[in-house]
């Protein structure tokens, strides 16, 4: 047998031994018609409560991703997310880019969020803006977490129609899928931070889906069959990080 052709039947089994262990959760394979609604950088008190409303309405459960920051502001969100049913994860203490962060600073980052999210908090973290290394994802699993992505995402973040997002979202939902959506947008400048085309996108979206899907938290689906997972390796986009920085600085 050549090198080249045994380097090549190595691939598979180190491709998915790698995915085992520095595999990031993007969905589930299951053929149930299952999937989950995730919202991150919340709790918000206008649009938390109405994001929560929608689910109620058409029988869905949702995974909230919060920012411990926000989750000390509004703690009686915290607990009416919880107490509905709905799941909730650390999205860190105040949304910085992990990659970017030293260990010790990730470390005190998610167990600051967790302190603030206590005693509702599961152990399933989003690294904020996705942003992931090697090093940011061990520093979650160092402390015990399963890190949480997606398999769809409609950019809420940024100005789009809430047809455009409706659509997107009935098109492309699967048995299995992660959704990314968002309640708030805690670092970006007010003007992009209107949830509106959001909310008006999930309740046509689901006013429809609901017939064909069942909506769950992320660990009702983690349970619903075997989890998918991937080599999630974002670097942090420094243009938009900055980008960021300046509409906020330019705000009123």
Request: hydrophobic letters at 40%; proline letters at 8%; charged letters at 25%.
């Amino acid at each position: 047998m050549s090198m080249k052709r045994y380097v090549g039947l190595l691939k598979a089994p180190v491709r998915w031994a790698l995915d085992r262990v520095l595999g990031t959760v993007v969905g589930v394979d299951t053929e149930e018609p299952l999937a989950a609604l995730t919202f991150d950088d919340g709790p918000h008190p206008e649009y938390t409560p109405r994001v929560l409303d929608i689910l109620e309405r058409y029988g869905a459960l949702g995974t909230f991703f919060m920012v411990g920051k926000a989750a000390v502001e509004h703690r009686n969100l915290v607990k009416r997310v919880a107490e509905a049913g709905h799941a909730i994860g650390n999205h860190s203490w105040d949304h910085p880019s992990f990659p970017l962060l030293r260990a010790k600073d990730r470390r005190a980052q998610i167990r600051s969020c967790s302190d603030a999210l206590a005693p509702y908090g599961a152990k399933l973290f989003r690294p904020p803006f996705g942003n992931q290394s090697v090093l940011s994802y061990l520093s979650a699993r160092m402390l015990g977490y399963e890190i949480i992505a997606w398999s769809l995402e409609v950019r809420d973040w940024v100005p789009n129609d809430p047809e455009w997002i409706a659509e997107r979202l009935k098109t492309s939902i699967r048995p299995g899928c992660i959704v990314l959506l968002h309640d708030r947008l805690f670092v970006r400048a007010d003007s992009y931070c209107s949830r509106e085309p959001m909310l008006t996108a999930v309740n046509s979206f689901l006013r429809e889906a609901s017939v064909h899907y069942r909506f769950v938290t992320v660990p009702m689906l983690l349970k619903a069959g075997r989890p998918r997972r991937r080599r999630w390796l974002m670097p942090p986009d420094l243009k938009f990080l900055d980008g960021i920085k300046n509409d906020a600085l330019k705000e009123p």
